[in-house]
């Protein structure tokens, strides 16, 4: 509650205005955990963590998306989750959002268990296929969030002012989002995420459907976390980004955690010692481990 | 765990998003239109030639029609219905079966009891089933999901948020057809706002059920056609267990009354609500009563204290399941 309360009392971020020279996201880069008096060194962890979905008729059935996984991602800095598809990085991201239940293993988010859910009043989420309800506007979303993260009313409509210019979308606030692009849509579910000033960002696959401004929009927002002290989750295909981006990765394969560590350290040929891309160091690891694959 | 701070806060913005739903896809407008329709017809209702007298106390509430108007029961000051009530503004006319206040009820009686109560719940109940099943889709709630908001909450919010919407919209209709029937006939007759608690609970009880449907199937289709086919088995219920109290059905074998007992006690009981409003009009004074209604209350098996509460109960017991069923949902 102590924590809770003084995370209520938290400076508010300087969500600056967009365009040319803009300010970062985050105007104080005083590291969360020593400014809220927390000894948290972990954003989330993962316990010999397995997850059944349930098939078939009375749930007789069942497919295995997580198979035994213990990760943990450490707080502050930016962390990949790679895999090929099918490979339960998803699945893992809705254990830790409380969205699905672990069949067994236990996980952590910011340092308490799962069904302390005023956490989750700490973390944003942004996935890759929004469906927010068409009949609200831009700002009317944000603020719709914003509540239900318990972000204070006289910092409501400030907060979401900012969001939309930085975004982009301010001059489209009053409109309902039934006439917004993909792409549109894709920064306002950004936006989402940020409304509360999480310190621990979630994002799974979250350029997909961004032009190439709304992707250097979201490199902005890692970087600025990432300065800020906080912790980013980042589920990617794009592996330049991820590249570009992380500071530590985990690989999963077929539901299972089959390499986990510092970014530099994949990108380094154990035989060789020479640096090598993403991509050719993720190929073999692929290869040797996908057997059948999971959901 | 749940944070009640986090639990109120969920509900009030729930409540607030429904409303706002309502508003933007013109379900608002839609029923708020019909309401002025509904008005429009009870201001062109007017009443002639029904002269209006205190009734004595001992006095039975009885008419002779108006053919029977002969110079020797007028001159034994036996009343006799006189006068004709108009609709449509003159459209349409028929006699006064008694007088002008009794003949402006069995219209509130019709407005409430069988425009409202049927036809409006049923349409609201198909206008807004479609609330929760796509607000339930994975695509756009799993956001929501993702915050501090107990997944209780979500959903009792969303519920309680479309039951004050048909509540305000209940108010709306009989406010605006009882002024406007008081306004054209001078018939004021307080009564017809039990019309309001009737329809809201009739509402809110079959509407936890689509919450039930709505949640277990994610489906609107499920939700509508389970929804209506769940209050037809309700009242066929309700009809059949008032007609085996009052009379001996042939071929009715014991272990059919006992599926009856249990169905009854268990189900909601839409005609015995509709019951405690006639109860509540007086409807017995002036209308023809519901003969299965009618001899439950004759043989005293008719009681609208418990069916109140066991309505109410039911619908509780649903939300409860729907709720647990939501909360242990894979997203």
């Known amino acids: ?295 | 765990m749940t944070h009640y701070p986090d639990a109120i806060r969920t509900v009030r913005w729930m409540v607030r998003d429904t409303f706002r739903q309502s508003v933007a896809t013109k379900l608002f407008w839609a029923m708020l239109g019909l309401t002025l329709l509904c008005a429009a017809f009870c201001f062109g209702i007017t009443v002639e030639g029904a002269i209006e007298r205190p009734r004595h106390p001992a006095e039975l509430p009885t008419y002779l029609p108006k053919g029977q108007k002969t110079p020797e029961v007028v001159a034994e000051g036996v009343r006799v219905a006189d006068g004709k009530v108009t609709l449509g503004y003159g459209l349409f006319e028929y006699p006064v079966t008694k007088n002008k206040t009794d003949s402006v009820r069995v219209i509130l009686i019709w407005l409430a009891g069988v425009v409202a109560d049927t036809v409006g719940v049923l349409l609201a109940l198909l206008w807004t089933a479609g609330f929760l099943p796509t607000f339930l889709e994975p695509a756009a709630v799993t956001v929501l999901l993702a915050k501090p908001a107990p997944r209780w909450a979500v959903l009792a919010g969303k519920y309680l948020g479309v039951v004050l919407f048909v509540a305000l919209q209940s108010m709306l209709f009989v406010g605006a057809t009882w002024f406007a029937t008081g306004a054209a006939t001078g018939v004021w007759d307080g009564t017809y706002w039990f019309a309001v608690p009737l329809l809201v609970v009739n509402f809110a009880v079959f509407y936890a059920v689509s919450a039930l449907l709505a949640v277990c199937t994610r489906s609107t289709v499920v939700s509508v056609f389970g929804t209506l086919l769940f209050w037809l088995l309700c009242w066929a219920m309700n009809f059949t267990h008032h007609k085996l109290a009052a009379e001996e059905v042939p071929g009715t074998t014991r272990a059919a009354g006992v599926l009856v007992q249990v169905g009854y006690w268990t189900l909601p009981k839409p005609l015995d609500l509709g019951g405690i409003f006639f109860d509540a009009m007086k409807a017995e004074e002036y209308a023809t009563p519901i003969p299965e209604l009618a001899a439950a209350k004759a043989r005293g098996s008719f009681h609208p204290e418990l069916a109140v509460v066991t309505s109410l109960v039911f619908a509780a017991a649903a939300l409860a399941v729907a709720g647990y069923e939501f909360r242990h949902m894979d997203y």
Not at chain 1, 76 to 92: C, D, E, I, S, Y
């Open chain 1, 1 to 295: 509650m102590k924590g809770a309360a003084k995370a209520r009392g938290r400076p508010s971020p300087g969500f600056p205005i967009s365009g040319a020279g803009a300010a970062p996201i985050m105007s104080y880069s005083v590291n969360v955990r020593q400014h809220r008096g927390l000894a948290l060194t972990t954003a989330a962890t993962f316990d010999k963590v397995e997850k059944t979905y349930k098939t078939g008729l009375f749930g007789r059935g069942g497919v295995a998306a997580v198979r035994g996984v213990t990760l943990t991602v450490p707080a502050g800095g930016v962390f990949g989750l790679l895999g090929p598809n099918r490979a339960g990085k998803t699945t893992l991201v809705k254990l830790l959002l409380s969205l699905s239940a672990p069949t067994a293993g236990t996980v952590t988010r910011l340092g308490q268990p799962l069904d302390q859910r005023s956490t989750l009043g700490r973390v944003g989420y942004m996935h890759e296929n929004h469906a927010f309800p068409r009949y609200l506007t831009a700002s009317e979303l944000l603020a719709f969030y914003g509540g239900l993260s318990a972000v204070p009313s006289a910092e409501l409509d400030g907060r979401v002012e900012k969001l939309l210019e930085r975004v982009g979308l301010a001059d489209r606030k009053s409109e309902p989002i039934a006439r917004f692009s993909k792409g549109m849509v894709q920064r306002l579910g950004l936006a989402q995420a940020l409304v509360n000033n999480p310190d621990l960002l979630v994002l799974d696959e979250p350029t997909e459907g961004l032009d190439l401004s709304g992707r250097q929009l979201l490199r902005e927002v890692v970087r600025e976390f990432k300065a800020a002290g906080k912790t980013v989750l980042l589920v990617s295909h794009v592996l330049p980004e991820v590249q570009e981006l992380c500071d530590r990765v985990a690989v999963l394969v077929a539901g299972k955690v089959v390499h986990q560590g510092p970014l530099a350290d994949l990108l380094k040929d154990a035989k060789t010692g020479k640096e090598r891309a993403l991509e050719g160091a993720l190929k073999p690891i692929y290869e040797r481990h996908d057997k059948g694959g999971a959901a």
